[in-house]
């Protein structure tokens, strides 16, 4: 199942059923799991392991050093779960080690073309990552997360789950879960309830989320205020736990 103009290293780890395509370029330390397609003309090096069920496309760079000045060669990592589509001229950098060492992409993600995943990013499950997304290292992308074509993601920002960013979005600040997001910079627009529906969400759980959005932005509360707000909410409701929880890290400040 691999094309006889590829190069594959001998120390590479290559499950049964894994198909790779002509011109490709496995190296030394690549693991990827069973039924995985590479498609042709891709370079997967670095320390990087790739689950089952995974669809690359043509011309992606997986695992390659982290656009890192700090760099020094160190053997961080790339992570790749399972059934995740990744689509043309996407590249994935690996970790560094002053962060956790590895960039992570979980299951089930689909990521269209152009996307960039910068060293060190946590992606969930889940998402949709659209044409030309380009996020910075560092990055949090919770489960469920949809991001618009063009969006830009900086540094250190944490996205919440459920939450949704339009095309085009400059995102400077951490987005809280379920919350939708439009613009240069970032400003908020309701919850992502069609979203959160269509995830089997019930009917009184969309309703509280929507009235934890108003507690947060548009009641005038200070952040506190809010937190402790809904902090009393989510003992009644629990899906509003999660934005409890993400509000009462610090951060680089929320989308407000």
Same mark, same amino acid.
């Given at each position: ?44 090096? /670095? ?53 956790? /060492? ?65 095309? /085009? ?88």
């Amino acid at each position: 199942m691999i094309h006889p103009s590829a190069i594959v290293h001998p120390g590479a780890c290559i499950a049964e059923g894994v198909e790779i395509g002509p011109f490709s370029v496995i190296g030394e330390h690549v693991e990827i799991g069973a039924c995985t397609t590479v498609g042709p003309h891709v370079v997967i090096t /670095g320390h990087t392991r790739i689950g089952r069920d995974n669809r690359i496309f043509q011309f992606c760079s997986l695992g390659e050093m982290p656009q890192d000045k700090k760099y020094r060669g160190e053997p961080t990592r790339l992570e790749i779960g399972d059934r995740n589509t990744i689509r043309e001229y996407c590249n994935f950098n690996t970790g560094t080690v002053q962060d956790a /060492g590895v960039t992570r992409i979980g299951d089930d993600n689909w990521v269209m073309a152009n996307v960039h995943i910068g060293h060190d990013c946590q992606v969930g499950n889940q998402t949709i990552l659209a044409n030309n997304v380009t996020i910075a290292g560092h990055v949090s992308v919770g489960d469920w997360v949809i991001l618009g074509g063009m969006t830009a993601v900086h540094q250190f920002v944490r996205i919440g789950a459920h939450s949704m960013c339009g095309g /085009g979005t400059i995102l400077l600040q951490d987005l809280p879960p379920y919350v939708m997001a439009s613009g240069n910079p970032a400003a908020t627009h309701g919850t992502n309830s069609e979203g959160l529906r269509r995830r089997g969400f019930a009917p009184e759980a969309v309703t509280a989320i929507k009235r934890a959005y108003k507690i947060l932005y548009r009641n005038g509360n200070t952040l506190e205020e809010a937190r402790i707000q809904l902090a009393e909410l989510a003992q009644s409701v629990k899906e509003v736990q999660p934005m409890v929880d993400f509000i009462s890290v610090a951060g680089r400040g929320i989308v407000r």
